[in-house]
């Protein structure tokens, strides 16, 4: 249950606003250390997946789980922000219907204009299972919030004749049983608008796939494929059941497949930062459909030209037998496998937003640096009612850290990237100067604080936070609630409201922590000091 999943700052009155499965919650954060809810609203039977505020206006999207009309029939409120005993406090202004599922919105800076991820997400179970089209919504108010709307919604039928140029390109078309079309496979999930907000990227995370949209003649102008990341240069945890921590590398490929992305320009370059945190289908339950497979089932149906060390490592545990792999994915003519392909890039890239070329990835920075500062936490999957030492290493083998939530400031002339990895929860901090390729990791941080206590037992003593980071958000120290620059996440495992500090630190202090620098060759450093966490 996402109690704590995504939220919106007011710079003016210092509230937060934070939705939280069907909850929306109004939380006064102008003490961060005496965080208050002021109020809370239920919306019943209705997940609440996206919000954004903007000069006074309350936006969020709404997946409305009441029945399969409802779903269809997804909604975008526009609100009124709170004010304490106002008559108007929260006063819905709009309510647009938006299409199947809404994942979830952007609202530019003016507040005109909505985009809107309707993520089509496939629902229903045997006769009534149904796979709605996803697609990207525009809705515009041309005289201001409280005036009429209008709404644009883009599919993508364009790109059904367009499959086989698609894949070549890295783009995923998932499930094709029941005559299924590619409009109905595609699923946007989230988005980054330019600088002038002109354009919309929109990822759609399934599809290992970015579209472009123009806002300005409402169309969608590319969909861009993310390609895949080549395992054969870095090393990864691949096993569940190896006994710890064994790093590795394997000629098998795995597909990016960011959830958040953001847009921002550095050193003269419009860029796309992407967390690839990994997403396979699954209707499993819906209609006994999936898309994932076991390193060890696929051994039967390789193809003669992989390699013998490969097929050897597919046939251990310890190594590739346990790694889940796309059952669809890497096939020739004859239904043999010539190449393997994961799910998520288990990290971070940089990508040029005009044609998604990476100009840095991670590679394996994320998991080398949780085995080096965090052993005990090492993809970790946080079972409520294991130890962390019990259960490290339990999502080595399906997708490792699921890096997920992603922001970004300039901090002491550096692109500082903060990044929410779910399992078992932390937020990693990256920073860029002068040259890409030079990215270096800074510091790293969890709120886990015993390694002998079930998670179940740290949420009832109130002394756990960061489980599944879902939303990062930078303030500076002008919209700030004290006087300094923080950084507000919300974490759905552990359902928390947490605010963090951001210094600067000097490298020689003692106080870089987790860096993977410690000789001193960097002189500054960027740390997290945690102020305070609330829970929902």
Known sequence: MKTADQIAYDPQDKIIYLVGYSVLYVIDVSDPKNMVILHHQLYNK???????????????????????????????????????????????????????????????????????????????????????KGAVGIIKFPNGVQSVSTYTNLDFGEYNSKVFQLEKDGVRFIYRDNGNIFLRDAQPETIALNGDETIAYVCLQAN???????????????????????????????????GGIKMNTYDIRAFYQPDGIHHTTWNGKSIIITANEGFAKNYDDEIGWKEEIRGSKILASVSKKMPQILKTALADDRKLGRLIFGKFDGLNAEGEYDHLYTFGGRGISIRLASDMSVLYDSGSVVEEQSAKHLPDLFNC?????????????????????????????????????????????????????????????????????RNDVTFADMYDKRILSEIDPEDIRYVTVSDSPINSSVLFVSSSESGTLSVFQVNVVNTNSGNRAGSSNSLGLVLATVVLVKLIWYLI
């Open 46 to 132: 209705t997940q609440l997946t996206e919000i954004e505020f903007c000069d006074g206006f309350v936006f969020f999207s709404a997946d409305d789980e009441t029945s399969a009309d409802t779903r269809l029939q997804g909604k975008v409120y526009v609100l009124k922000k709170y004010q304490a005993n106002d008559a108007d406090s929260l006063k819905v202004l709009h309510t647009v219907k938006v299409g199947a599922i809404p994942d979830s919105i952007k609202v530019t800076k003016d507040c005109r204009t909505v985009v809107v991820a309707v993520g089509g997400e496939a629902f229903g179970t045997g006769r009534d299972f149904q796979d709605p």
């Open 208 to 242: 290992n796939a970015i579209a472009e949209v123009n806002l300005v003649t409402g169309t969608i102008t590319a969909l861009r494929g993310l390609g895949y990341k080549p395992w054969s240069s870095y090393k990864l945890d691949a096993s569940d059941r190896d």
């Open 381 to 449: 999957d946080g079972h409520p009612h294991s130890t962390a030492r019990e259960s490290m290493d339990t999502r080595s083998d399906n997708r490792g850290t699921e890096c997920e939530a992603i922001e970004t400031a300039v901090i002491d002339e550096r692109l500082v990237i903060f990044v929410g990895c779910e399992t078992p929860g932390a937020i990693y901090v990256f920073s860029v100067g002068d040259d890409f390729s030079a990215t270096r990791f800074e510091s790293i941080f969890t709120n886990i604080p």
